[in-house]
């Protein structure tokens, strides 16, 4: 029995040794061909690099032939008069409250009910004017709220 496993260990040692000149020929072989590689290999060996092996790759190209990894610059062509003023037009306005006015007890009233706020918040955002009432709304709602907060007497700007 302990003959069988002797034979087995050389044979085994017989296969890794034949394995590994084998190897050693096909390397030598590649690297005194100067194969081109192709474009599948690139990839191939580029997907199986690791983040910082991908880094010093791209630092070498910089490097080796005086390039930059950076992103285009896109040019921007010229737009019609008809474009611009399309986007100079807003879709969301912002009510200002710039002055409270003689009413104030009114203006907090009034600001509940254009914000759903409560006494105590709404009362605070009066007496820190000029404040926001309203963000983001449309040019409608904007102006009724500022129609509606000037009749009792605030001074509101739309911006």
Same mark, same amino acid.
């Given at each position: 029995?302990?003959e069988?496993?002797?034979?087995?260990?050389?044979?085994?040692? +017989?296969?890794? &040794? *034949?394995? +590994? #000149?084998?190897?050693?020929?096909?390397?030598?072989?590649?690297?005194?061909?100067?194969?081109?590689?192709?474009?599948?290999?690139?990839?191939? #060996? =580029?997907?199986e690099?690791?983040?910082? $092996?991908? *880094?010093?790759?791209?630092?070498?190209?910089?490097?080796?032939?005086? %390039?930059?990894?950076t992103a285009? %610059?896109?040019? *921007?062509?010229? &737009?019609?008069?008809? $474009? @611009?003023? +399309?986007?100079?037009e +807003?879709? $969301?306005?912002n @009510? =200002?409250?710039a002055? =409270?006015?003689?009413?104030k007890?009114q203006? %907090?009233k009034?600001?509940r009910?254009l914000?759903?706020?409560?006494?105590?918040?709404?009362k605070?955002? @009066?007496?820190?004017?000029?404040e926001?009432?309203?963000?983001?709304?449309s040019?409608?709602?904007?102006?009724?709220a500022?129609?509606?907060?000037?009749?009792?007497g605030a001074? &509101?700007?739309?911006?």
């Amino acid at each position: 029995m302990a003959e069988k496993k002797k034979v087995s260990e050389k044979a085994t040692k +017989k296969k890794t &040794v *034949s394995t +590994k #000149a084998k190897e050693k020929k096909k390397v030598g072989t590649k690297i005194t061909e100067k194969k081109r590689i192709s474009t599948k290999d690139i990839v191939k #060996a =580029v997907e199986e690099m690791s983040v910082m $092996e991908l *880094s010093d790759l791209v630092k070498t190209f910089e490097e080796k032939f005086g %390039i930059t990894a950076t992103a285009p %610059i896109t040019i *921007s062509t010229p &737009v019609g008069k008809e $474009e @611009v003023k +399309k986007e100079e037009e +807003k879709v $969301e306005f912002n @009510v =200002v409250l710039a002055n =409270v006015g003689e009413k104030k007890i009114q203006v %907090i009233k009034e600001v509940r009910a254009l914000t759903k706020l409560g006494l105590k918040e709404a009362k605070s955002l @009066v007496d820190n004017a000029p404040e926001v009432v309203l963000k983001g709304v449309s040019k409608e709602d904007a102006e009724n709220a500022k129609k509606k907060l000037e009749e009792v007497g605030a001074t &509101v700007e739309i911006k």
